[in-house]
């Protein structure tokens, strides 16, 4: 059987690279299958979703800011022109299923596509979900889930609790060819900081303050990704000395190697990486982002520190406390290896296969149904 898919996901990589990965799931099952993604211009799926071998459709469509903003303005126009081209899309791809994966993009796709009797699917990564998914909600046929939390806030009845579809790249490379990529040793402890795809200015503080103690005082090789709008201010820091073991990036491309090459990682704990860092096995310490909606980050760090996968710090224990959380999880190598375990017993790699199997289900059965 082939199928017609469209995909709707963006804004971060916490919206894109599950929908990526349903989409491979899709191809992986129904090589035959056409599927159509569509997203932002300016946003991170209009690079990622192409590199991963898929089309793009652009929808305009932004949202609302806290502050007066002349984008703010122009939200209704914009808000016109997405449902325009969202039907446009529909009407010239006819999907047999929309999979919508959160972000501002996915709300006039799915609405859109409500409205003209295509089913809608939502896969929401967080206990607490997004304000799209809740919109959606009412008029979708499944809810992918990857928290029992997320059932306060949407339909029981609708809801399958399956994890978060990770990226099938994510495979685990030899430790020393890993870090042979980087130009490190083998026999060095390597640090892998993240923020996020847009990066996490109390992290980078943090590190920037104590760079020189985990760079010379601990010996550690250092992946260190700033997000984009921090490259700069941190490159300063960092070409002032001489960090010969250390790897500075606006964006880690290359996971897998990066994963792999990992020792500690040190992070936001966005649903999406704590879902890679399961199914990685990764050890890490877990830095929930106290900006986000429901605190849902802090239920995730929360979840894999019970779990014993993570470590959690807040943002004001960083500075004083980063340093040392480090040496001693990094000095400690069975601790790390209980982590290790632990984070592999509460991964859920078969997410993206489980969705894509269901959505290939329901349509078989309404094409039985016709």
């Not at 990704?225 to 960092?238: A, D, M, P």
Request: charged share 20%.
């Amino acid at each position: 059987m082939s199928y017609r898919i469209l995909i709707s996901g963006g804004g971060t990589g916490g919206h894109v690279y599950p929908a990526i990965a349903i989409a491979d799931a899709i191809r992986d099952l129904s090589p035959d299958s056409a599927i159509l993604f569509a997203g932002t211009r300016n946003k991170m799926e209009w690079i990622a979703v192409p590199k991963a071998g898929y089309e793009i459709r652009q929808i305009t469509i932004s949202g609302l800011q806290r502050r007066f903003t002349f984008s703010n303005v122009l939200l209704p126009f914009k808000l016109a022109l997405s449902l325009m081209q969202s039907r446009n899309i529909i009407r010239t791809f006819k999907p047999e299923a929309v999979i919508c994966t959160g972000g501002y993009v996915s709300g006039p796709i799915g609405w859109m596509a409500s409205k003209m009797g295509i089913p809608v699917f939502l896969q929401e990564q967080n206990g607490y979900p997004g304000w799209t998914t809740r919109k959606l909600s009412k008029n979708a046929t499944i809810i992918f889930t990857a928290f029992e939390a997320a059932g306060k806030y949407l339909p029981v009845s609708k809801i399958m609790l399956c994890g978060n579809p990770t990226r099938k790249e994510l495979r685990v490379h030899a430790v020393a060819e890993a870090k042979a990529h980087y130009g490190f040793s083998s026999e060095r402890k390597t640090l892998l900081i993240l923020g996020g795809s847009g990066g996490a200015k109390p992290i980078n503080d943090a590190i920037a303050s104590n760079i020189s103690d985990l760079h010379d005082k601990l010996d550690l090789q250092i992946i260190w990704q700033s997000g984009e709008r921090y490259l700069e201010t941190i490159r300063e820091v960092v070409d002032k000395n001489n960090y010969k073991h250390l790897r500075l990036f606006s964006f880690v491309d290359n996971m897998p190697f990066a994963y792999s090459a990992a020792d500690l990682v040190i992070s936001r704990a966005g649903a999406s990486i704590c879902s890679e860092l399961m199914v990685t096995g990764t050890p890490s310490v877990l830095v929930p982002s106290p900006y986000v909606a429901g605190d849902h980050q802090t239920k995730n760090a929360e979840a894999m520190q019970d779990g014993g996968a993570s470590v959690m710090l807040r943002d004001d224990e960083l500075k004083s406390k980063l340093v040392s959380q480090i040496q001693e999880l990094l000095n400690d190598s069975e601790k790390l290896h209980r982590m290790s375990e632990a984070a592999l017993a509460m991964a859920k790699p078969e997410a993206a296969t489980t969705i894509a199997k269901e959505v290939m289900r329901i349509i078989d059965q309404s094409k039985e149904a016709a």
